[in-house]
């Protein structure tokens, strides 16, 4: 059990958090200058082992998962890419809000065309007002399944925590494998109109763990001292899959999610959905011995095939006999289809009001949204063969009956930046083109409903819009937990809920408080959730679910936020070395 002691530290150290925060910060701003953080990363073949069979994989110098970039903010980050792959790539930087550096996000045809196999770019930014667990990744097909790494950004120096220091930071990525060539599987899926290949096993800092064959020696493992608090940065990184994760008889505070501090949250499991990160205080107050961590699916699609193996770890306490000899301690996983306590967690959390970079919500609304994201269906083209569901139609994705495609011959960006006509259009709808049932089941007979046109319709926002948005999940094809993530900014989560959105009375459960900040929102399964966001940082940004056997077929959008009225608001030109199509 997580000690009281520890809990009452933490509201302390709040407290005094906050009354010297501004003094600190004065210090910080006075006394210590950025850095530059520069890293080069060799993105080419490798060959690993990996449940009983040698693979070739693509991956950063030479390891699973790549390096890991560790800085502080105000730090600028230099990394220079060279893709010696087979593979066009590109690398995104998921959670940094790229302020004025939006040449740098990354994901392909929206900010920048591919890394042709042979060629490099140099991605350059800075860090301006966030600090915690971010992660980069492959934004281009299905690389980022073996191409992704953590990102840990620390307070300025003279800066700290809220929340006693921990003895030491842990990174924990959370990931996912096959027993195949992911970029061959994928556009199998994309040809035939079928959904994702399901992995194999999940991964833990890249290791199976010992209930997958021949991975007995294949498993992550932490060593602990009695008594002390590690903060363990957890991440998501797995592709098609949202993760429930235990440790056994530990509890565990959280104190961050997708890099912004909450309100500290004792809990014995947590929910983390594709592409988030949450930051957590073990501490090791148990008999000295060894306890496996675990992670395993939630899958909310009722019927839809997932990957229902586990993947484990282990903690292992200094002075334990080896783990090998004595069986560790296993916790016990929630049901796969456990929605309840994936609801219960994620919407117990609350930001920490007033702690760094805390943001309060924007009362006044510019631009509302209503937007239904699901399943759809797109018509097979003729001599073709697709294999549905249903046989005879290719699955396909939407938000707002538009199924999103991206450019192919210039990115969104430059477009934007040079004023290239014929690329996108700005008529995206605010809301659906018909009201309905949303998360009736019975649509599904409607088959007007079911096939959205395909089409590059995005949003123009003037700088500084104050953006809400409703997502509300729909049951066409079948209802699942959608990781919406969005680049470019954070946002406050308003509500989230079960059933079809009604004005009427959900907009009276809004917190206006101190609602959870994020990047990336699991919108629950027949749900739906309500974000608000400030449009303050000129150029184009993706959104889009993080599933990535979700993306390709259209379940995504973007903005375009005009340049604001000074230079300290206006996106600079391109860099000399921006890839080209």
Request: aromatic residues 10%; charged residues 15%; hydrophobic residues 40%.
């Amino acid at each position: 059990m997580t000690s009281p002691s520890v809990i009452y530290s933490i509201e302390m150290g709040r407290l005094v958090f906050l009354f010297a925060s501004s003094l600190l910060l004065m210090v910080a701003a006075t006394t210590v200058s950025a850095a530059i953080v520069e890293h080069s990363f060799n993105v080419q073949n490798l060959t690993v082992n990996r449940l009983c069979n040698r693979h070739v994989i693509t991956a950063a110098n030479g390891r699973l998962p790549g390096p890991s970039i560790r800085a502080r903010e105000g730090d600028t980050l230099i990394i220079h890419v060279f893709n010696k792959s087979p593979y066009n790539l590109t690398i995104h930087w998921h959670g940094i809000h790229q302020m004025l550096s939006a040449w740098a996000d990354g994901p392909d045809m929206i900010t920048q065309c591919p890394i042709r196999p042979g060629n490099k770019y140099t991605y350059k930014f800075k860090i301006i007002k966030q600090e915690g667990t971010f992660w980069w990744h492959s934004h281009t097909s299905t690389l980022r399944a073996t191409l992704y790494g953590a990102i840990i950004i620390r307070p300025r120096a003279g800066s700290s925590y809220p929340f006693p220091k921990p003895y030491r930071e842990v990174p924990i990525l959370l990931g996912e494998w096959w027993n195949g060539n992911v970029v061959d599987m994928a556009n199998q899926a994309l040809a035939h109109g079928t959904g994702p290949n399901i992995s194999d096993a999940y991964t833990i800092n890249g290791w199976p763990g010992d209930l997958y064959p021949c991975s007995q020696n294949q498993m992550y493992k932490l060593k602990v001292k009695q008594g002390k608090t590690y903060l363990l940065r957890i991440t998501n990184a797995a592709v098609d899959n949202n993760l429930f994760y235990k440790i056994a008889n530990h509890k565990m505070i959280v104190v961050a999610v997708d890099a912004r501090y909450t309100n500290p949250y004792v809990t014995d499991v947590l929910v983390v959905a594709s592409g988030q990160t949450i930051d957590v205080l073990l501490t090791a107050d148990q008999p000295i011995g060894s306890y496996y961590m675990a992670a395993r699916a939630y899958a909310s699609a009722a019927g839809l095939e997932f990957d229902s193996t586990t993947t484990r770890g282990v903690i292992v306490y200094e002075g334990a006999p080896s783990w090998t000899s004595r069986t560790p301690l296993m916790p016990v996983l929630p049901a796969f289809n456990d929605t309840p306590t994936a609801h219960k967690f994620s919407t117990s959390l609350t930001a920490l009001v007033g702690g760094p970079h805390w943001e309060p919500v924007p009362l006044k609304v510019d631009h509302k949204m209503f937007v239904t994201i699901g399943m759809a269906l797109d018509v097979c083209p003729s001599n073709t063969t697709c294999q549905g569901p249903p046989v005879g139609a290719k699955l396909s994705a939407s938000m707002n009956n538009v199924s999103f495609v991206p450019p192919s011959s210039l990115s969104l960006l430059q477009a934007f930046f040079f004023n290239v006509r014929g690329v996108y259009t700005t008529d995206f709808p605010v809301k659906p083109p018909a009201q309905f049932d949303y998360t009736n089941p019975s649509i599904n007979g409607d088959l007007p409903l079911l096939y959205a046109p395909k089409g590059t319709r995005i949003t123009k926002l003037k700088f500084n819009t104050t953006v809400e948005m409703v997502m509300q999940n729909t049951a066409i094809i079948g209802a699942e937990n959608h990781p919406m993530h969005l680049h470019g900014f954070d946002f406050h989560v308003l509500a989230q809920g079960f059933g079809n959105f009604n004005p009427a009375t959900d907009t009276l459960k809004y917190n206006l408080f101190n609602p959870q900040i994020r990047h990336t929102i699991g919108v629950p399964v027949g749900g739906w959730a309500v974000i608000r966001f400030v449009a303050n940082n000129p150029g184009v940004w993706f959104m889009h679910c993080h599933f990535d056997g979700h993306l390709p077929i259209g379940l995504a959008t973007a903005f375009v936020v005009e340049n604001g009225p000074t230079p300290e608001t206006t996106l600079p030109p391109p860099p000399v070395d921006l890839p080209q199509c």
